[in-house]
């Protein structure tokens, strides 16, 4: 991601946990969208971290959750502002 090698990162991650990162406009309210998908759905956040590369361009959410359900990949996508959703464990 070019956002990702333009922006000096220093993230750690727990290997092992469902991990999702978010590659979204700076926009407000997309925290509050993202959060609510995991809440409605019963998951727990572990560790989120949130950056951006400038005030308006582009950010990104770390998310590490305590579980994984299928859906969440979809409706994190769909997302208004969503540029890009990855999943890793």
């Known amino acids: 991601f070019r956002l990702l090698k333009s922006m000096a990162l220093s993230i750690s991650l727990s ?3 469902p991990t999702y990162i978010t590659i ?13 998908i995991f809440s409605d759905a019963g998951i727990n956040i572990g ?11 582009q950010a990104i959410m770390i998310i590490e ?3 994984y359900q299928d859906d ?5 996508k769909q997302l208004p ?8 464990e």
């Open 65 to 67: 959750t305590d579980d």
């Open 72 to 76: 969440i990949l979809a409706k994190l």
């Open 24 to 36: 979204h406009e700076d926009v407000p309210g997309m925290i509050a969208q993202v959060t609510k």
């Open 47 to 57: 560790t989120m971290t949130v950056t951006r590369e400038s005030k308006g361009e």
């Open 81 to 88: 502002h969503m540029v890009n959703v990855t999943y890793f």
């Open 15 to 17: 290997m092992g946990q």
